[in-house]
């Protein structure tokens, strides 16, 4: 059970949250913020954690799409310190991570081109096939480093 309390100020948004932050919940609690994500007019948010006992993976997601807003956690738990701060490395490390595979995918699609050229019939692969297509080399081990 999730039980949230919501506070509107005029000059901030609070929520305290108590409880399991899993579903069905969550849904009930990401509904009520993107209704009250109008209301909040460039105030800041302040989320308070303390209570909260558990959360699932679906809880972090909405702590995940939360943070994109630039909400300011409350937490005193260790555990849920440490996983918003995992959250906040998740966040920032994404494009960066994207970006590593990314001379992968497009050497994929070029060797993809080169091919259906050359044997004339158009090739269709996945975008999964063609990172694997793409990974795949000469090399004695089989497949190219990624550093």
Known sequence: MLKVTFTDTPT???WI???RL??????ELW??????????QGRPCVVDLNDVTFIDQNGE??????MAEDVRFVASGV???YLLNDLRSKNKNRLRKCMKYLHLVVLGFALLQIAS???RVPIRLTMRE???????SDTPQGRVGVQ
């Open 12 to 14: 901030e948004q609070k």
């Open 17 to 19: 949250l108590q409880g």
């Open 61 to 66: 997601t909405v702590l995940l799409a939360m």
């Open 117 to 119: 050229v050359y044997m």
């Open 79 to 81: 555990s849920t310190k």
């Open 130 to 136: 063609t990172v694997a297509f793409a990974s795949i």
């Open 22 to 27: 899993t579903d069905p919940w969550v849904s």
């Open 31 to 40: 509904t009520s913020w993107t209704n009250a994500r109008d209301a909040r």
